[in-house]
């Protein structure tokens, strides 16, 4: 089964980078499709970034896109995202989420699709 948990959050400044982890503890990560959503004080769930089980297609959200890659590594039960020039409406709680049964190349839109979901790591980007 999927078990997994995110690393790599914490404060960075404006401008700056960082590179959040989820990680499979069960290893079965490769057979699902994740992505990343964040989730700011007072403000909806949003989707950042997605990935087919495979790794062939992403999707990035419009207020990411440019600046946040998505990625992983199966052999290591990994999804990273990286970020870059991060700014100040970014700060959010991050969380990774894995949807179960999906097409190689496919990844999903909606949240309430996925099955699996970590526990969150905190992002702040000061100004």
């Known amino acids: 089964q999927v078990q997994l948990g995110e690393s790599g959050g914490g404060l960075v400044q404006a401008g700056g980078s960082l590179t959040l982890s989820c990680t499979d503890s069960g290893r079965t990560i490769s057979s699902y499709a994740v992505g990343w959503f964040r989730q700011a004080p007072g403000k909806e769930r949003e989707l950042c970034a997605a990935i087919s089980r495979s790794g062939a297609r992403t999707y990035f959200a419009d207020s990411v896109k440019g600046r946040f890659t998505i990625s992983r590594d199966n052999a290591k039960s990994t999804v990273y995202l990286q970020m870059n020039s991060l700014k100040p409406e970014d700060t959010a709680v991050y969380y990774c989420?894995?949807?179960?049964?999906?097409?190689?190349?496919?990844?999903?839109?909606?949240?309430?699709?996925?099955?699996?979901w970590g526990q969150g790591t905190q992002v702040t980007v000061s100004s």
């Open positions: 989420a894995a949807k179960y049964q999906v097409y190689a190349t496919s990844y999903s839109l909606n949240s309430r699709s996925y099955d699996y």
